[in-house]
T-cell receptor, first 117, second 110 residues
Framework: EAGVTQFPSHSVIEKGQTVTLRCDPI?????LYWYRRVMGKEIKFLLHFVKESKQDESGMPNNRFLAERTGGTYSTLKVQPAELEDSGVYFCASSQVGLAGYTDTQYFGPGTRLTVL | KNEVEQSPQNLTAQEGEFITINCSYS?????LHWLQQHPGGGIVSLFM???GKKKHGRLIATINIQEKHSSLHITASHPRDSAVYICAVMRGTSYGKLTFGQGTILTVHP
């Protein structure tokens, strides 16, 4: 079974440009999470999809970030326009809705390293 | 102060040593994860705990809900255990959203 995949693995863009990150969760996983690690800091939550619906987007830094999950399958995270402070590693994770509700193991993708110059 | 604190931040050990990494949290949780990230690698979930103790090979994770504390132990450490170990908690009402500690960088020398 394929794991969580993310594309691209690295992206280097200039300030003001647009970048779109993609996450393909494990097939059948309704929960999809986006997280970000800024250098030197802990990983932080960005948002959570259940199928195609945004369950929680409380961690999105500002309206330059737009996440979508069309059809409840893959998700995209667009940053427009990118700023220097957006640099970091963006992780995606997916999980099934377990018997205990949402408390099921999350499987992480390899991350996308974004560098904004 | 972060809601999830790990100690130590850096840990160096000799092969064969017993290792303990600690995690304290300040919020009510439904579960706690221990995650591992090797240099250049992805994040792997080692354990998800809501009570008691779990063991997998040389790794043991314990949690004390009353004291809001968890430990990850590695017995007979090996250089391949060198990685960043991350504690993350799932709050009771968070629908799976994780709050992370800053990670512990473990280096095991042969």
């Amino acid at each position: 079974e394929a794991g969580v995949t993310q594309f691209p693995s690295h992206s280097v863009i200039e300030k003001g440009q647009t970048v779109t990150l993609r996450c393909d969760p494990i097939s059948g996983h309704d929960n999809l999470y986006w997280y970000r690690r800024v250098m030197g800091k802990e990983i932080k939550f960005l948002l959570h999809f259940v199928k195609e619906s945004k369950q929680d987007e409380s961690g999105m830094p500002n309206n330059r970030f737009l996440a979508e999950r069309t059809g409840g399958t893959y998700s995209t995270l667009k940053v427009q326009p990118a700023e220097l402070e957006d640099s970091g590693v963006y992780f995606c994770a997916s999980s099934q809705v377990g018997l205990a509700g949402y408390t099921d193991t999350q499987y992480f993708g390899p991350g996308t390293r974004l560098t904004v110059l | 102060k972060n809601e999830v604190e790990q100690s130590p931040q850096n840990l160096t050990a000799q092969e064969g040593e017993f290792i303990t990494i600690n995690c304290s949290y300040s919020v009510g949780i439904s579960a706690l994860h221990w995650l591992q990230q090797h240099p250049g690698g992805g994040i792997v979930s080692l354990f998800m705990l809501s009570s008691g103790k779990k063991k997998h090979g040389r790794l043991i994770a314990t949690i004390n809900i009353q004291e809001k504390h968890s430990s990850l132990h590695i017995t007979a450490s090996h250089p391949r255990d060198s990685a960043v170990y991350i504690c993350a908690v799932m709050r009771g009402t968070s629908y799976g959203k994780l709050t992370f500690g800053q990670g512990t960088i473990l280096t095991v020398h042969p």
